[in-house]
């Protein structure tokens, strides 16, 4: 895996000159997975002590998390070719079972016997959630990855092509929670569909994005895009955190736990830096940073 101390990179088709950034995209993706399975570390941590920690395999993705981040910062400490390497691909892959897995047992219990039912994704744990260590591992599988700016499909790199898919999917992901979320309360504020269509939107022009030869426009949407996205999060983070405090200046942490969690609306925030960081494209080493314009090759 390449790691250069600066490197020129493209928002295809958003700029008409490369961008010159002082750091890999690499150790740029690093940094942020080992802050988000931080995040993720606290989520489930909040989330799990609702039912004290039974069963014991509740355990399981707490424990996960802080270990996943730590293979994260060794991995950006060291962005060579070895055991750093070997290890960060193994405990992603890792995380992407414990999602498949916490997603096969938060199914189970939304399901009354054999049959999953509207009340019970609403009412019973957050269905879709464990799938965000699908999310995080697929992406921390496609960062271990050497890149070749030279090797593109629609004028990507293949590279950015799957961390813009592995996105698209998170983005998905945490619509449907949020769909779920809100349904409890039955959308008694229209506003709160908000998510569930960011969320849906983005997804679908992520995925354009990866599988469109160069369009300005596209690019410039995925942009707004994911600057909404950004905005909704905090918005609704000050809406949860209206709720939690009840209007009382101090929080109700049962609200917390069974209304309105707190951080689940930062996560909106967290995704439109994934997209900016995932749509950087690395250009060849050869690629003047003061050209006029990038070029552009179909396959």
């Known amino acids: ?13 958003l700029t008409k000159r490369p961008l010159n950034i002082p750091i890999a995209k690499t150790r740029l993706i690093l940094f942020f997975l080992c802050i988000n399975y931080l995040i993720v570390f606290l989520d489930v941590l909040i989330a799990h002590a609702l039912n004290r920690f039974y069963p014991l395999y509740e355990w399981i993705p707490i424990i996960f998390s802080p270990i996943a981040a730590l293979s994260a910062l060794l991995l950006l400490l060291k962005p060579k070719p070895g055991w750093t390497q070997f290890l960060n691909i193994a405990i992603n892959f890792i ?4 999602g498949i897995v916490g997603f096969g047992f938060h199914l189970q219990g ?17 269905v879709f959630a464990p799938l965000a260590f699908v999310a995080l591992g697929c992406i921390g599988l496609l960062t271990s990855l050497d890149d070749h700016p030279k090797s593109r499909s629609y004028n990507l790199t293949q590279k950015t092509r799957w961390l813009l898919l592995a996105t698209a999917f998170w983005f998905l992901v945490t619509g449907l929670v949020a769909y779920f979320d809100h349904a409890r309360t039955g959308f008694s504020n229209i506003y709160t569909w908000v998510p569930f269509y960011v969320g849906i939107f983005a997804a679908a022009i ?13 690019s ?22 209206s709720a939690d405090l009840a209007g009382r200046g101090s929080i109700i942490w049962s609200r917390v736990f069974y209304q309105a969690p707190g951080l689940a609306p930062l996560l909106f925030c967290d995704l439109g830096v994934w997209g900016a960081l995932v749509f950087l494209d690395p250009l060849n080493d050869e690629t003047p940073s003061s050209e006029p314009d990038v070029k552009v090759s179909k396959n």
Not at 1 to 13: A, E, H, L, N, P
Not at 110 to 126: E, Q
């Open 110 to 126: 939304a399901s009354a016997g054999n049959v999953v039912s509207f009340s019970g994704l609403t009412s019973g744990n957050p």
């Open 220 to 241: 410039l949407l995925l942009g707004i895009t994911l600057v909404l996205s950004f905005m909704v999060g905090l918005l609704g983070f000050a809406f949860h955190l």
């Open 1 to 13: 895996m390449k790691s250069s101390i600066t490197g020129c990179f493209s928002y295809q088709w």
């Open 95 to 98: 995380g992407v079972i414990t």
């Open 206 to 218: 992520l995925f354009f994005q990866a599988y469109s030869y160069p369009d300005h426009g596209l």
